[in-house]
Structures are given as C-alpha cells and as structure tokens.
C-alpha cells in the first residue's frame, strides 16, 4: 500500500512562473490536507479537501494560491506568479477524515524561487 | 504565541540517555499527535493520544497529556542517534480537524 505521493520532489521557479504541486492519497483516503514549512520553523495549515470540496481554506494566502481535488487524480496546489517569499517545503498528508484520524505526510515538495 | 508550542526549542545529548520533550497548547483539544521528521524529509506519525487518556506508550516512546494544564510531554528512552530528528507535536482542535503545528524541537543524540 503506497504512501502519500508528492511531485516533483523539488521544484524550480523563476519569479512570476506558476508552480504545480501534485498529491496522491494513501488508498482508501478522501481527506487532503496541505502545509508549508519555512526552514527551521513547524508546518503551517494552508488547506483541507475531499473530493471536489474545499473544507478550509482557513489557511491559504488570499492571492495566487489555489488548490483542488478533482473526483479523478491528485489533489493539486497551484501558486500563480511565485515570489521569492514562497520558497519552502510543502507538505501534503492524507487521512480517511474524522478528528481521530491520523494524517500521513507525504515527503513534501522543495520549491525554490529565484 | 502559536496553539502548539515544543520546549525546548533544541536538545542535545548522549545516546542513551532519556529524552522529555513538552508541547504546551491553548485552545481545547479533541487529541495531542506526535510527529518526527528527519533533515529534509516528510513527517512520520509517532503517537496519538486523546483528551480523555492520560499517558500512553509506544515502543520506547511515553506520552503525557495533562488537559488542565493544556501540555503534553514526549519521552524517548534510551536514545540512540537514529532518533536525532526534529519532533512536532500537532493538536486536532475540538471544533476542526485541521492540525495546528508547534515549531519543533530539533534533538541530536551524541554517539
């Protein structure tokens, strides 16, 4: 059984690109969750899915971010324009949902903005 | 300060020795989850605990949780340097499932 799957792994952007974050769930999980690391600091919460909805955006920047999770494929994360100030790890984790359901983290994607 | 907060912010010490890291939150919780991740890597999940238990184990791993007091304590017994990582504690508040993060505290276990 798979674990959660992120890609790419690390990612480049140069200023005003747009950057893709890919997500796919452990089998049998409905539930997408996504975060953002800065080095040396904890995870923050940007955004909570299932299926085709948004839960909580609670989470996300007003601007340029965007995510989804269509009934096929992975969830997708999507920053328009990338600035400098969106270098970081995100992290994505998936859980079958429900407050004493465990989330499994996905190995992140690196991206760095130049 | 932030729902989730790990103390202290670094530890180091010689393999095995015991290690107590302590989280402190401030909002009700439905249950207290710890969570390790190694230079660069993903967050593997350790333990969880309820807001209605009180201490739990997991291998060389204890856990706390005083709801009075909104905090929670990690022991790892018996430290090797393979735990040497960065550990979270994440709260699931009552009313939300969504994970609140503390900034961690990065441990290394000295050969």
């Known amino acids: 059984n798979a674990g959660v799957m992120q890609n790419p792994r690390h990612l480049v952007r140069r200023r005003g690109q747009e950057a893709r974050l890919r997500c796919s769930p452990m089998k049998g999980h409905s539930h997408v969750y996504w975060y953002r690391q800065l080095p040396e600091e904890g995870l923050k919460f940007m955004v909570y899915?299932?299926?085709?909805?948004?839960?909580?955006e609670s989470g996300m920047p007003k601007e340029r971010f965007s995510a989804e999770f269509p009934k096929e494929g992975p969830s997708i994360l999507r920053i328009q324009q990338v600035v400098r100030g969106d270098s970081a790890a995100y992290f994505c984790?998936?859980?079958?949902?429900?407050?004493?359901?465990?989330?499994?983290f996905g190995p992140g994607t690196r991206l760095l903005v130049l | 300060s932030q729902q989730g907060e790990e103390d202290p912010q670094a530890l180091s010490i010689q393999e095995g020795e015991n290690a107590t890291m302590n989280c402190s939150y401030k909002t009700s919780i439905n249950n207290l989850q710890w969570y390790r991740q190694n230079s660069g890597r993903g967050l593997v999940h350790l333990i969880l605990i309820r807001s209605n238990e009180r201490e739990k184990h997991s291998g060389r791993l204890r856990v706390t949780l005083d709801t009075s007091k909104k905090s929670s304590s990690l022991l790892i017994t018996a430290s090797r340097a393979a735990d040497t990582a960065s550990y979270f504690c994440a709260t699931v508040v009552t009313y939300g499932q969504n994970f609140v993060f503390g900034p961690g505290t990065r441990l290394s276990v000295l050969p």
């Open positions: 899915l299932q299926k085709e909805n948004i839960i909580d």
């Open positions: 984790a998936s859980s079958r949902g429900g407050p004493d359901q465990t989330q499994y």
